[in-house]
């Protein structure tokens, strides 16, 4: 409950802040303004001859090998550590 009455007062404080700051400037035109005249005339895009490579995308069957891996838990305090062999 109490966060809620807090994030109610903290949206009314930003609403008058926000008021208060919309208000502060005042701005008065004193003189009419007006976008420059442009012309553009024709135009043309320029002529390309593009030659590319083919590209052959497919796919083959294989057989891969894979290495087996084999892990050992180290061993707890006092217990004898087991030979391993390479």
Do not use: C, H, W
Request: charged share 20%; proline share 7%; net charge negative.
């Amino acid at each position: 409950m109490g966060k809620a009455i807090g994030a109610i007062i903290a949206i009314i404080i930003v609403v008058v802040v926000a008021y208060f700051l919309f208000f502060f400037v005042d701005v008065d035109v004193t003189q009419e303004g007006s976008l420059p005249e442009v012309n553009v005339e024709g135009g043309e895009l320029p002529e390309a001859d593009v030659q590319t490579g083919d590209v052959n995308v497919g796919s083959e069957e294989r057989t891969v090998e894979v290495p087996t891996i084999d892990i050992e838990p180290a061993p707890e305090d006092g217990a004898e550590q087991p030979a391993t062999s390479n």
